[in-house]
């Protein structure tokens, strides 16, 4: 430890550096060291960041509040639920065999379904389509239903806010022309067999 005569300031003795007065810890000295410059500006410019988000968001409130987002989205919600809700099917419906509405049901299918099914419904995420097995029942009705309410335990979302009645119809459809088909690749069997 080295003392100055002039200015009694101890100072370490391996780095020069000065060390704080009055923090002598089981033999332990702290150095008086400056905080890094990049520390300081950081802490000013979060100072200026609180004190700007203060101003916009709590005193003049030109930013959307969490509170007016909350009620924003609540209310889109409120207005999709009776559509969804309406989204009933009669379990006597038979799937569509005209010929645009299944070119139709293809389209969307191509567009929403290929991702977890792949592009000729052999399966990929998602069931086969294309053989005589079922997780989730081999009715039309049962197609229609997972489509509009789809099976979140098993990865496949819910339709019924996206698609219309109609389109759900379609692709439901169109997936029914797919059983029996033969494409390469196909996923293995799941579920139980369709009679």
């Known amino acids: 430890m080295e003392i100055n005569d002039k200015n009694p300031v101890e100072k370490d003795e391996l780095t020069g550096d000065k060390l704080l007065s009055g923090h002598d810890y089981d033999d332990i ?41 909350y009620n924003k989205e609540m209310a ?53 389509l294309t053989d005589a097995f079922s997780i989730h029942g081999c009715r039309y009705i049962d197609a229609l239903n997972v489509i509009a309410n789809g099976v979140p335990e098993k990865g496949m979302i819910s339709w019924k806010t996206q698609l219309t009645k109609d389109q759900i119809q379609q692709v439901a459809s169109y997936t029914m022309t797919l059983r029996g088909t033969n494409p390469p690749d196909p996923k293995a069997p799941q579920g139980d067999p369709c009679k």
Do not use: S
């Open 29 to 69: 000295r702290e150095l008086d060291n400056n905080l890094p410059k990049w520390w300081i500006w950081l802490f000013i410019i979060t100072i200026i960041y609180a004190v700007v988000y203060l101003f916009v968001f709590d005193v003049i409130k030109i930013a959307p509040q969490q509170e007016d987002e």
């Open 76 to 128: 889109a919600a409120a207005a999709l639920a009776p559509m969804a809700q309406a989204m009933v099917f009669d379990t006597l419906m038979a799937p569509i065999t005209d010929q645009a509405a299944l070119d139709a049901g293809k389209a969307i299918f191509d567009k929403n379904c290929v991702v977890c099914h792949k592009a000729q419904g052999q399966g990929l995420v998602g069931p086969n």
